[in-house]
T-cell receptor, first 116, second 114 residues
């Protein structure tokens, strides 16, 4: 079974430029998450989708970050414009249901962003 | 919201020794506590989890204990091996439908010396 697939794996951009990350969750998983992981720290939730609905986006900096999950499958996370402090790993994850139900959350390999 | 604290931040042990990592959480409604292992440049991978209706769970050399009253849980690795070297994260999630996502601790870098 294919795992969570993310692209690109690595991206280097200049500050103020836009960037987008794509995620394909595990087939059949209706819950999708975007997490931000800074170097040496634990992942922090940016947004959670149940199917195509964003049910928790309270930690998403909406002035520059946006996300969508059209048709409830693939998802895209966009940053525009990027700032130096956005350099981090952006992890996509999926699960059959919400984590509170004890469903295992599976992570992708992450998209490593460097803003210069 | 939930807050998870994890200690120690780094841990070095000799091969064959045991390693213990401890976490505390703040939300008494949390009911699911997984542990993830992350090797350098790789994705976090689930190694064991525990639900609030049990106090201990074991899988070969790995065990997790949960004390709901004190709101803390621990990871125990016995007979450590060099391949156990990685960063370990604890996490917790709440039954509240609005917060069914994992809150992670800050991680423990475990180094097993051969």
């Amino acid at each position: 079974e294919a795992g969570v697939v993310q692209s690109p794996r690595y991206k280097i951009i200049e500050k103020k430029q836009p960037v987008a990350f794509w995620c394909n969750p595990i087939s059949g998983h209706n819950t999708l998450y975007w997490y931000l992981q800074n170097l040496g720290q634990g992942p922090e939730l940016l947004i959670r989708y149940e199917n195509e609905e964003a049910v928790d986006d309270s930690q998403l900096p909406k002035d520059r970050f946006s996300a969508e999950r059209l048709k409830g499958v693939d998802s895209t996370l966009k940053i525009q414009p990027a700032e130096l402090g956005d350099s981090a790993v952006y992890l996509c994850a999926s699960s059959p249901g919400g984590a509170g139900a004890g469903n295992t959350i599976y992570f992708g390999e992450g998209s490593w962003l460097t803003v210069v | 919201g939930e807050n998870v604290e994890q200690h120690p931040s780094t841990l070095s042990v000799q091969e064959g020794d045991s390693a213990v990592i401890k976490c505390t959480y703040s939300d008494s409604a949390s009911n699911y506590f997984p542990w993830y292992k992350q090797e350098l440049g790789k994705r976090p991978q689930l190694i064991i989890d525990i639900r609030s209706n049990v106090g201990e769970k074991k899988d070969q050399r790995i065990a997790v204990t949960l004390n709901k009253t004190a709101k803390h849980f621990s990871l125990h690795i016995t007979e450590t091996q060099p391949e156990d070297s990685a960063v370990y994260f604890c996490a917790a999630s709440s039954v509240d439908t609005g917060r069914r996502a994992l809150t992670f601790g800050s991680g423990t870098r475990l180094q097993v010396q051969p």
